[in-house]
């Protein structure tokens, strides 16, 4: 059984550029979300994506969005890089919208300068 | 909205010794309670959870935690820790009926020969 897995691991952007970042399911999960993690800080919820439709959102900016696509793997874009969106990213999915356990990936590091 | 504070960033053990790592919430309506573990440049791994039943919960590495909801907390211990216990710990809780992990800051535990 396939687990969680994102790319690119690492990543260096400046500010006011663009960034995608891309997770692929655990096999058989359907719902898919993604956390920020700043450092010396616990992840904090982005938002959530049940078969393809936004299912939750944190409080994140519109800059931030994403795509689930029918195979369930996921995108979280970031247009306009500011610093502090410097941080790790964590893609989680889970077999179920509201019950299931989240599995997690070994996350995304984003740096900004 | 829930909340959850874990009162100390840090908690520096001799190996064998016991730990307890604290873990405070707020929330005004039922939640699931839950402890993750992340290892250095890994992402987050479920240690334990609580969802309803019996409120001492043990995962299979020996820990345990301890729904007390008078207090509203969820405490981790172990009785006897390992070198390979050094990692962050993260409590989170989840409405019982919503899809978002809201976490604590962390606790950093560093266990010493």
Do not use: M
Not at chain 1, 6 to 14: A, E, G, N, V, W
Not at chain 2, 38 to 59: A, D, I
Request: glycine letters at 8%; proline letters at 4%; one cysteine or more.
């Amino acid at each position: 059984e396939t687990g969680v897995t994102q790319s690119p691991t690492h990543l260096i952007k400046t500010r006011g550029q663009q960034v995608t970042l891309r997770c692929s399911s655990q096999s058989g999960h359907n719902t898919v979300s993604w956390y920020q993690q700043a450092l010396g800080q616990g992840p904090q919820f982005i938002f959530q994506y049940y078969r393809e439709e936004e299912n939750g959102r944190g409080n994140f900016p519109p800059r931030f969005s994403g795509l689930q696509f029918p195979n369930y793997s996921s995108e979280l874009n970031v247009n306009a890089l500011e610093l502090d969106d410097s941080a790790l990213y964590l893609c989680a999915s889970s077999l179920s919208s509201d019950t299931g356990e989240l599995f997690f990936g070994e996350g995304s590091r984003l740096t900004v300068l | 909205a829930q909340s959850v504070t874990q009162l100390d960033s840090q908690v520096p053990v001799f190996e064998e010794a016991p730990v307890e790592l604290r873990c405070n919430y707020s929330s005004s309506v039922s939640v699931y309670l839950f402890w993750y573990v992340q290892y250095p440049n890994q992402g987050l791994q479920l240690l334990l959870k609580y969802l309803s039943g019996s409120t001492l919960v043990e995962s299979i590495n020996g820990f345990e935690a301890e729904f007390n909801k008078s207090q509203t907390s969820f405490h981790l211990r172990k009785p006897s820790v390992h070198i390979s216990d050094t990692a962050e710990y993260f409590c989170a809780v989840r409405r019982a009926a919503g899809n978002k992990l809201t976490f604590g800051g962390g606790t950093r535990v560093l266990v010493k020969p």
